[in-house]
């Protein structure tokens, strides 16, 4: 593949925000039966066609896709996707996922219909190709990066969605359980605490969490104090140990651990790096 067919390309290797994170963005005019799959993701992802003809399947549908066409891919759902042999297609793309994400992608409507969708005017593609444009592994970048994100969703929302409806499935109880993980996260707290506070039992709380948030309680709890303990890293001012302590972890050597596994790297190195500009120190 040459570099002139990438127009634009931008993967996070690491992500602070549990709510609502870019995985990747990019720009691609692909060549000719250039293809994807069949496999499954672990996040969101939503192209935009720019150009040219290409096949989508899923769930044992194949859809032929045009200029103005987008198709959805959501996690751990088998997919393949490929460029036209004659016309191969451009198209933009974004990549995500937390917390927020199932919530936010079922209010635009595109989860209740086929995974494909039209657009006759140009302003989704535009917002893509403005999040590229914003690409960077800075606070600054990152928050920019996921507000366009949010404005590409609502239009979507605006598009395809309904009316919101009353919901009905224990989603205020997980709201209650956020607030409460937001205001204790700094002490020695458990999910049954977190159940009780909020007057459920605790498998009640990790299957509604399960299925509003996409993750159990105990998972978002860790993720929280991470994103957390990230932030403080980022200072400067404090050591492992001591953001650790600050976040909730009891044990720095649990935390190193923890944080390695969720974050790709070690707490040490991520916070060399940050203070670093976003880049690697020379060995």
Known sequence: ????????????????????????????????????????????????????????????????????????????????????????????WVCFNGSDAKRLMEQTGLLDRKPVFHSDDKKLETLLEGMCNLTGTDPGRETRMKSVLLAFLAELMDRFGSPAQPRRNGYEYVQKAIKFIEYNYSMNISIEDVAASVGISRSHLYRLFLQNVSMSPNEYLIRFRLNKAAALLETGRLTVGEAAYSTGFADQLYFSRVFKKYMGIPPSRYMAVYLNGGREERK
């Open 1 to 92: 593949m040459t570099n002139d067919e990438f127009r634009k390309s931008f993967r996070f290797s690491y992500h602070n925000s549990i709510g609502l994170a870019v995985y990747s963005c990019g720009i691609q005019k692909c060549p000719p039966l250039h293809s994807w799959g069949p496999a499954v993701r672990d996040h969101y992802l939503i192209h935009c066609i720019i150009s040219g003809h290409g096949t989508f399947t899923c769930l044992g549908n194949k859809y032929h896709l045009s200029a103005g066409d987008g198709f959805v891919v959501v996690p751990d759902q088998i997919v393949s996707y490929s460029a036209d042999k004659d016309d191969p297609w451009e198209y933009c």
